[in-house]
């Protein structure tokens, strides 16, 4: 992927953001995220790409877009590139999307006013602390994309919780799978239950044959 970086001036004096370097993809590539609620925005008419990616960049939540110049569409994305896929499109097609790397979240856990209009960390009133942003986790040194389903994770922070998405067994499942995992303790609850009961109604000394 080759570097966009020449709108950067513009969108660091009218926002005030952290500077961030964009990556795009050659011509003919589509954006495919890992799963379709991590489209934020659809635009229309839009001139180029370069407003495209200024308006990404406007987006604290955006980390990837793509545009067709044919259409004048332009896509924003949450997820990183990395999360999700390039898949072959129309020539016009192009993704861009932002390098992360660590030195953007160096302020992570500092207090909350030093973080302030910080594009890459929330200013959290209640903790007063610097935190990851909105549908994503703290990985030891950046934010990343909360995991879907399937996907590997350490805790909870790890997957989307909002869409009943949990950790179990070091695995992103969904709200099905956790229903079942409750049945099935909630079963051998009630046989343990059962059992316990069964045992009350003999002495200790007794002992049942077949």
Known sequence: MKKLIVFLCVVLAANGFEPANFALSEAGYQFKAANSVELLSTFNNVRDIIPCATICYRNSQCRTFDFDSSSKQCRLFEGSVDTGSLVANFSTTKVGSINISP????LYNASSDQCV???FLDSETVSGRCECP???FWNGSMCLNQRFINDTCENN???RID???NCLAF???GKT???SVQEEKEKLQRDCNICSSAGSLFPKSFVLYN
Request: aromatic share 14%; proline share 0%; net charge negative.
């Open 163 to 165: 869409l009943w998405i």
């Open 103 to 106: 030195s953007m979240y160096s």
């Open 117 to 119: 209009d910080n594009r």
């Open 171 to 173: 695995q992103c499942v």
């Open 177 to 179: 799978c956790l229903l």
């Open 134 to 136: 909105i549908h994503t």
């Open 157 to 159: 922070d790890w997957c």
